[in-house]
């Protein structure tokens, strides 16, 4: 078929009309034809155009067949091709078909009728009852069920199940929020610990006894760590750790609160240099920051007494640990949001910096210590002596000026030390302080008016108190012998008698005043409190032991305090080492005032110190050695013993003096065990140099007079 043109057809005018439903001049083509677009407007379901119906029935009623043109039968038999015709213009003729005109676009209207021109609408002939089929019945389909109450079903539900989210998500982002959003944080965090800087320790010229240096601490966040044997096996040389121990610290594990453990100090106080090979190594979850070292410049100087820190800087011996709470500042953290390992960018950080510790400012003088150290060391090696101690305290403050101990250690390999080298023996010694108890018994005596410092006794040889005989080294044959006398030769036996007129509850009394019994305080853990024996538990023997100071426990720190007693005109003052404490900001802080109190009148007190002088003054005096050109020493030498696991060792040889003995300034307390010796022979040499050093450091003047004429036997 011929391509229809777009174009509308025109008329010879070139108008673009088509014919006019009344014209039917104005198509050459018969009406019978069926053609056109008005014969296609006209064309029946049946296959029949109007033209064709009027022409059957003006053939008498039947429509006839539409004939069709043989070449046209033979190119289709379809019963569709006469509309297929109309569509195509009504164009049917050999001659258009051979020489089709050129098609133009033109409607063709169907001409209205009149009514009466309308034909009858056909009607089906009647088809006889006999030939009519069967009418089959209609099955009805199953009823279902009813779709509104589904609808309605499904509807409830719906709204049940977003009812449900909705107040889901409503406890969700308003009440378990601060929950959940907690939890989605500490997940990213990550915590480091910022160590703060311990406090230094000062002598009291403000020279460094131990201060912190600037080191590295290694840590490790196990969270991070694939394979910690491997780790461990890395860091194990560098760090001086067994590889064990290292892997057990940075195994993954829980910590109570149920988050991953993400950090653990693998070693503090790490040197920098360490610590750049460590970072060197790049181990993954292992990693190095600031931190410091405890140093102690003096090495091996007032270790005992300073004592030292573990790796994570908190004191367990000495000062380090007695003001441990003092000195260690508060630990500040820096937490921060963390993804792969690393800090993110404008997430959460927050930083809490550390707070510094204060430092302590002793009473110490660091040469004084030098120099109290040295000379013990050299005494106790030249006779073989196992320990030893020396106490130097100033009058009238009971400052300690040096606390010195033997055998002592180095701080900075304390770990290679024996822990009985670490003791102060000053604190922890304790002994039956033996001869040099018998000042307390004298100074009871003359302060409860017992006797008077005109006093004189006969004194025998020996005494026996229940199974125990005491005796006298110098015998006085039972002659009358002055207070003076009795001090000089240490007699047992007049220091008997003066204890059995005194009494032994007044003579507890006076050792509890005088400070024996308890800890002075001083500053240090584990400080020994003696031990006195009570008097409803003394035995015959007790009455004539107690007062030569046997049946006794004491430590050189309460002797030497008892001694400052005397010298500070019979006011008892608890010895101190701490001077100051300084704030981080520069504050200083005096720490509070120590114990005092009143044991002996000043009168007392200056009659004692005179009877003491005989000790060192009198010929053939157990304390001769203790003397000192152009100084007036008062002091008492004396000889104990200890008690180690149950065992008696005896050998505790101990002089205690006060120099100048007219206004003294300084008192010093020295008790060594040794093999062999009193008092006098080893403890009273040392203290003469201590105290001659002692008395020219601090550039005292000699005394104006000399020491009295004592006179042993009065006649």
């Known amino acids: 078929m011929p391509p229809r043109s777009e174009e509308p057809r025109r008329d010879a005018k070139g108008s673009r009309r088509g014919p006019s439903r009344t014209d039917s001049s104005a198509d050459p083509r018969p009406a019978e034809s069926g053609g056109g677009i008005s014969g296609a407007r006209a064309y029946t379901p049946r296959g029949r155009s109007i033209g064709e119906q009027r022409l059957g029935d003006a053939r008498g009623g039947r429509a006839e067949p539409r004939r069709t043109p043989r070449g046209d039968r033979g190119r289709s038999g379809d019963p569709f091709r006469p509309a297929l015709q109309v569509l195509s213009g ?31 609408p056909r009607r089906r002939p009647p088809r006889s009852t006999s030939a009519r089929p069967t009418r089959r019945r209609r099955l009805r389909p199953p009823r279902l069920a009813d779709p509104g109450r ?22 969700l982002q308003v009440v378990e929020n601060p929950d959940y959003a907690g939890a989605g944080i500490e997940d990213r965090l990550r915590n480091v610990i910022l160590p703060a800087p311990r406090g230094s320790i000062y002598d009291r010229d403000g020279e460094v006894l131990a201060h912190s240096v600037e080191a590295r601490y290694v840590f490790a966040d196990p969270s991070q760590i694939d394979d910690p044997v491997t780790t461990a096996q890395a860091l194990s040389e560098p760090l001086g750790i067994p590889a064990a121990e290292l892997a057990e610290k940075m195994r993954k594990r829980k910590q109570p609160n149920g988050y991953e453990l993400e950090f653990v100090y693998l070693k503090r106080g790490v040197d920098i240099d360490v610590a750049e090979q460590i970072e060197d190594l790049e181990l993954k979850g292992v990693d190095t920051r600031r931190d410091e070292g405890r140093e102690v410049p003096g090495g091996g100087l ?48 927050e930083t809490t910096e550390a707070k510094p510790g204060s430092s302590l400012c002793l009473t110490l003088d660091r040469d004084l210590q030098y120099m109290v150290q040295a000379k013990l060391a050299e005494a106790m090696e030249a006779v073989n002596g196992s320990t030893a101690t020396a106490v130097v305290l100033e009058v009238g403050t009971s400052e300690v000026l040096a606390q010195a101990s033997y055998p002592t250690y180095d701080v900075a390999n304390w770990r290679d030390s024996d822990p009985a080298d670490r003791d102060d023996v000053a604190t922890g010694f304790v002994v039956e302080p033996g001869s040099v108890h018998k000042a307390i018994t004298f100074g009871a005596a003359l302060q409860e008016g017992v006797i008077t410092p005109d006093t004189t006794l006969p004194v025998p040889n020996t005494v026996r108190l229940g199974d125990t005989t005491f ?100 006011t008892y003052v608890a010895p101190r080492l701490v001077k100051e ?110 105290m001659r050093f002692t008395l020219q450091h601090y550039r005292v003047p000699q005394s104006p007079s000399p020491p009295p004429n004592f006179v042993v036997f009065p006649r």
């Open 150 to 171: 589904r609808l309605r079903l499904g509807t409830a539900l719906a709204l049940t199940l977003f009812t449900v989210i909705g107040i889901r998500l409503v406890v």
């Open 90 to 120: 009504g164009r049917a003729s050999a001659a258009r078909r051979a020489n089709p005109p050129r098609r133009t676009s033109v409607v063709r209207t169907v001409p209205r009728r009149s009514p009466a021109e309308e034909p009858p």
């Open 302 to 349: 007032a270790a005992n007494l300073i004592g030292f820190t573990s790796d994570d800087m908190v004191g367990l011996e000495g000062l380090e640990a007695g003001y441990d709470k003092v000195l260690a500042g508060k630990d500040g953290k820096e937490r921060y949001e963390a993804g792969w390992g690393a800090q993110i960018p404008g997430g959460f950080s």
């Open 581 to 690: 404490i300084i704030r981080p900001q520069g504050e200083r802080i005096t720490p509070e005032a120590p114990t005092t109190r009143e044991v002996l009148t000043p009168e007392t007190a200056a009659e004692l110190r005179t009877i003491l002088e005989a000790v060192t003054t009198v010929d053939g005096a157990t304390g001769q050695a203790a003397a000192i050109s152009g100084y007036r020493v008062a002091g008492k030498s004396g000889t104990g013993l200890r008690w180690v696991d149950g065992q008696k060792q005896p050998g505790v040889a101990s002089f205690i003096g006060m120099a100048p003995a007219e206004k003294p300034r300084y008192v010093i307390a020295v008790f060594a065990q040794t093999p062999g010796g009193g008092g006098g022979d080893i403890a009273a040499p040392v203290f003469a140099d201590m």
């Open 471 to 570: 005796k006298d080294t110098t015998k006085a044959d039972g002659r009358r012998m002055s207070l003076a006398g009795m001090m000089a030769y240490s007699s047992n036996v007049g220091t008997i008698a003066i204890a059995d007129q005194l009494g032994p509850d007044r003579l507890i009394d006076y050792q509890k005043r005088f400070g024996l019994g308890e800890p002075t305080g001083v500053g240090l853990l584990g400080e020994a409190s003696g031990g006195l024996l009570p008097a409803d538990q003394w035995s015959d023997s007790s009455h004539g032991s107690v007062p030569i100071g046997h049946s006794v426990d004491a430590t050189a720190i309460q002797m030497a305090a008892a001694y400052a007693t005397i010298a500070n005109d019979g």
